[in-house]
């Protein structure tokens, strides 16, 4: 049976999953919605066809948020606070949260031009 609109709509609560970073705790991650993942993708490609530098933190910006599914880090100021995590930490958190977002590397290799 096909879904139904409202069966659609109960799908638009965030999908979060959590990811343990050794020596820290849990940290929660969310599935972007399309207009954060449009949003990203266009800021991507707004660069020249390039990715931006600080293109992980503007990554994990959308998708790092609390147990209720609030991001913990919007915007620009999230941006640079996310720029001084240690690497180690922010590649482990990148990486969950590509996975989580099923965005694959040939994605990411588009965005680049």
Do not use: W
């Amino acid at each position: 049976m096909p879904l139904t609109a409202d069966d659609l709509k109960r799908a638009c609560r965030p999908n979060i999953k959590t990811v343990d970073i050794p020596g820290l705790g849990e940290v929660c991650i969310r599935a972007m919605t399309l207009r954060d993942r449009d949003s990203y993708e266009k800021a991507s490609v707004d660069g020249g066809g390039k990715l931006p530098c600080d293109f992980r933190s503007q990554y994990l910006s959308r998708c790092l948020c609390d147990i209720d599914g609030k991001l913990m880090f919007p915007g620009s100021e999230g941006v640079e606070t996310l720029q001084a995590l240690d690497a180690s930490i922010g590649s482990r958190l990148f990486d969950a949260a590509i996975k989580h977002n099923r965005m694959t590397e040939t994605d990411i290799k588009e965005l680049a031009g």
